[in-house]
């Protein structure tokens, strides 16, 4: 089982661009959460996605959207980037569908260290 | 609305001796509560986890953590300590256990041989 997958593992843009951060969730899940990590901080959650669609949002700006393909993977996109989003993103991944009483916790992937210069 | 708080940002304790991690929570339901473990440079490690039921709750690595809702805490607790705990811990809360996590700020751990 290779766990929750995510790339690149590093990452430098410019102020102003854009970028993409992917994910491949644990094998049997099906709920794709993204979180932010400011350095010293603990993780914020973004937003979280079921079934293709953005079922829970957090507070972040339209700038940060995201997809969920019917692979269960997923995709964080951030435009108009600013030094302020420099950070580690975290991709966690869920059962929603796991039976009565068993796991559906929320494992974690090694995140993507984001620096925007 | 819910929150944690974990107290102490720094915590130092000698190789053999007793971790103790505080964190208190707020909600206005009956929470899930987590403790995540994050290495430098990685993602998080599920430690332990509280749903229902026992008030103990035993995780991995020898630690362990009791649910006290009279005093809306999770501290997190280790009776030995080993140089390879040495990370950032994580106290989490949510309203079902797949859905959106509220961390705390984090506590370092430091093992002083």
């Known amino acids: 089982d290779a766990g929750v997958t995510q790339s690149p593992t590093h990452l430098i843009k410019t102020r102003g661009q854009q970028v993409t951060l992917r994910c491949s969730p644990k094998?049997?899940?099906?709920?794709v959460s993204w979180y932010q990590q400011a350095l010293g901080q603990g993780p914020q959650f973004i937003f979280q996605?079921?079934?293709?669609?953005?079922?829970q949002r957090g507070n972040f700006p339209d700038r940060f959207s995201g997809h969920q393909f019917p692979n269960y993977s997923s995709e964080l996109n951030v435009n108009a980037l600013l030094l302020g989003d420099s950070a580690l993103y975290l991709c966690?991944?869920?059962?929603?569908?796991?039976?009565?009483?068993?796991?559906?916790?929320?494992?974690f992937g090694q995140g993507t260290r984001l620096t925007v210069v | 609305a819910q929150s944690v708080t974990q107290l102490g940002s720094h915590v130092s304790v000698s190789e053999g001796a007793l971790v103790l991690l505080r964190c208190n929570y707020s909600?206005?339901?009956?929470?899930?509560l987590f403790w995540y473990v994050q290495y430098p440079n990685q993602g998080l490690q599920l430690l332990l986890k509280?749903?229902?039921?026992?008030?103990l709750v035993k995780g991995i690595n020898g630690f362990e953590a009791e649910f006290k809702k009279s005093e809306t805490s999770f501290h997190l607790t280790k009776p030995s300590a080993h140089m390879s705990d040495a990370a950032e811990y994580f106290c989490?809360?949510?309203?079902?256990?797949?859905?959106?996590?509220?961390f705390g700020q984090g506590t370092e751990l430091s093992v002083k041989p």
């Open positions: 966690a991944s869920s059962n929603d569908r796991a039976p009565i009483g068993g796991p559906t916790e929320a494992f």
């Open positions: 094998s049997g899940h099906d709920t």
């Open positions: 996605y079921y079934e293709e669609e953005e079922r």
């Open positions: 909600s206005s339901v009956p929470p899930y």
């Open positions: 509280y749903t229902t039921g026992a008030t």
């Open positions: 989490a809360v949510t309203l079902n256990q797949g859905g959106k996590l509220i």
